[in-house]
């Protein structure tokens, strides 16, 4: 009942194996990235260099669901990103010849979202050779890790729903 590449595309995925992930992508590869709407990446060699910082950043995937027939297929995982946990869904759409020829992800929660983010933008950059422009990066997504980070741990926890018998009420 299984896709061949689905399959080879998920035990890369667990095994954090960016080569073997790479080599289940169609020569027309377009990935959607889940951080930005202000640029996609093209081509097998593009996607390598994110999927190699992604497999840097997130660690300990496991793949729990998979939906999907024909050229459509959704997978979702759960990992960890540094130590925020992180799921992640996974859209690919495959060309004639069963390889990948679109991957959009989406992800949750906001604070491993912006773990993933300030992981990957300056791994990616310096895999670019685009030193200077990493380490910019780098501190721009700080900030937002950090204040993400502190808001889930002592605000957004205080305004979950109050139930009957909370002390809050």
């Given at each position: 009942?299984?896709?061949?590449?689905i399959t080879?595309w998920?035990?890369?995925?667990?095994?954090?194996?960016a080569?073997?992930?790479t080599?289940?992508?169609?020569?027309?590869?377009?990935?959607?990235?889940?951080?930005?709407?202000?640029?996609?990446?093209?081509?097998?060699?593009?996607?390598?260099?994110?999927?190699?910082?992604?497999?840097?950043?997130?660690?300990?995937?496991?793949?729990?669901?998979?939906?999907?027939?024909?050229?459509?297929?959704?997978?979702?995982?759960?990992?960890?990103?540094?130590?925020?946990?992180?799921?992640?869904?996974q859209?690919?759409?495959?060309?004639?010849?069963?390889?990948?020829?679109?991957?959009?992800?989406?992800?949750?929660?906001?604070?491993?979202?912006?773990?993933?983010?300030?992981?990957?933008?300056?791994?990616?950059?310096?895999?670019?050779?685009?030193?200077?422009?990493?380490?910019?990066?780098g501190?721009?997504?700080?900030?937002?890790?950090?204040?993400?980070?502190?808001?889930?741990?002592?605000i957004?926890?205080?305004?979950?729903?109050?139930?009957?018998?909370?002390?809050?009420?």
């Open positions: 009942m299984g896709n061949p590449t080879a998920r035990t890369a995925g667990e095994r954090g194996d080569a073997a992930a080599a289940c992508l169609a020569p027309e590869v377009e990935m959607i990235s889940p951080l930005t709407a202000q640029f996609r990446f093209h081509g097998p060699s593009e996607v390598a260099d994110v999927l190699a910082s992604a497999f840097e950043v997130i660690h300990d995937i496991r793949y729990h669901t998979q939906v999907g027939q024909g050229d459509t297929w959704a997978l979702f995982y759960h990992g960890t990103a540094r130590r925020e946990p992180v799921e992640e869904a859209l690919l759409r495959l060309n004639a010849d069963g390889l990948i020829r679109e991957l959009t992800f989406f992800g949750r929660p906001l604070p491993a979202l912006t773990e993933v983010m300030a992981g990957i933008g300056p791994r990616l950059l310096r895999r670019q050779r685009r030193p200077v422009f990493a380490r910019m990066v501190l721009a997504t700080a900030p937002l890790n950090a204040m993400t980070r502190l808001g889930e741990r002592t957004v926890s205080r305004a979950a729903p109050v139930r009957d018998g909370d002390p809050r009420r």
